[in-house]
């Protein structure tokens, strides 16, 4: 861990998870994102609303804080946090007017959020486990829905993991965005962990949006990108990157989570 990191309180720990929530929408440029410069491809959010959601999230993260503090990985858990983040769904659509802008961050933080709390020690590895192990348990309080998600709908076309999948196979993207920006330096060690996860992840939001074919072209162009020595920000591919999610009206939601939740463990000094 790093010299200088923040107190793991409750209350630090969720305003950490808040402030990467916010700084990653505020991250720009992005390919098809809602970001300081503009609006992606999106008609129905932008950068307030997701601030807006952001903050509305800080009470239910806090309240994961708090029920994760050096508890055991069990049913009860599993449960606790199943409910919270009901909560914090209801939180955001009420801050949002009934726009989708965080639920697979919920998800994702509430997840390493326990991670970090069940250690007054933690470690990348000791996060990740307990979250993956958290993740592997069935929620005994969900309750039955029979719609699916856009999410669901496409995971089960495609045979695709998910926000779910990744949490139960231990982060395994979010552990390579972070190896990709401990390995870099200056503002490019960002844009480079966020072209890691856009290059692999398989983003359902992409694929909901427009086809497997579309996601795999975009990856390719991602992983291209990342060969390249040259600075991201200025280089003329990662416009072309850009240019080709707006053409294809294709948002990767999914690997926004992951790049915020690569910023909020970084903020622990949790890179490796």
């Not at 949490?167 to 330096?185: D, K, S, W």
């Not at 040259?230 to 690997?255: E, H, K, M, W």
């Amino acid at each position: 861990m790093l010299a200088m990191t923040p107190p793991l309180t409750a209350l630090t720990v969720a305003a950490q998870a808040v402030a990467a929530l916010k700084w990653e929408v505020r991250f720009s440029p992005k390919p098809g994102l809602v970001d300081a410069q503009s609006t992606g491809v999106h008609t129905d959010m932008d950068l307030a609303l997701f601030l807006k959601s952001a903050m509305s999230l800080q009470p239910a993260l806090t309240s994961a804080a708090i029920a994760s503090h050096e508890a055991p990985v069990d049913l009860t858990l599993r449960a606790q946090l199943g409910s919270i983040g009901r909560q914090a769904e209801q939180a955001m659509f009420a801050a949002t007017n009934g726009v989708n802008t965080h639920k697979g961050a919920i998800w994702t933080f509430s997840l390493l959020i326990a991670g970090l709390m069940g250690d007054e020690q933690p470690t990348l590895t000791t996060v990740l486990t307990r979250a993956q192990a958290l993740a592997q348990l069935s929620d005994p309080g969900l309750p039955m829905v029979t719609a699916k998600s856009h999410g669901q709908v496409v995971q089960q076309r495609y045979r695709l993991p998910g926000a779910k999948g990744e949490a139960q196979a231990g982060f395994p993207h979010l552990r390579q965005a972070l190896a990709m920006v401990e390995a870099n330096t200056g503002a490019d060690r960002w844009y480079r962990g966020l072209l890691s996860l856009l290059a692999t992840v398989d983003d359902t939001n992409i694929v909901y949006r427009s086809d497997l074919a579309t996601l795999r072209a975009f990856q390719t162009q991602a992983a291209q990108l990342l060969t390249d020595p040259q600075p991201v920000l200025t280089n003329p591919a990662y416009q072309r990157l850009c240019q080709f999610a707006i053409d294809r009206r294709i948002s990767p939601g999914g690997s926004a989570d992951l790049f915020a939740a690569t910023y909020f463990l970084t903020q622990f000094g949790l890179t490796k």
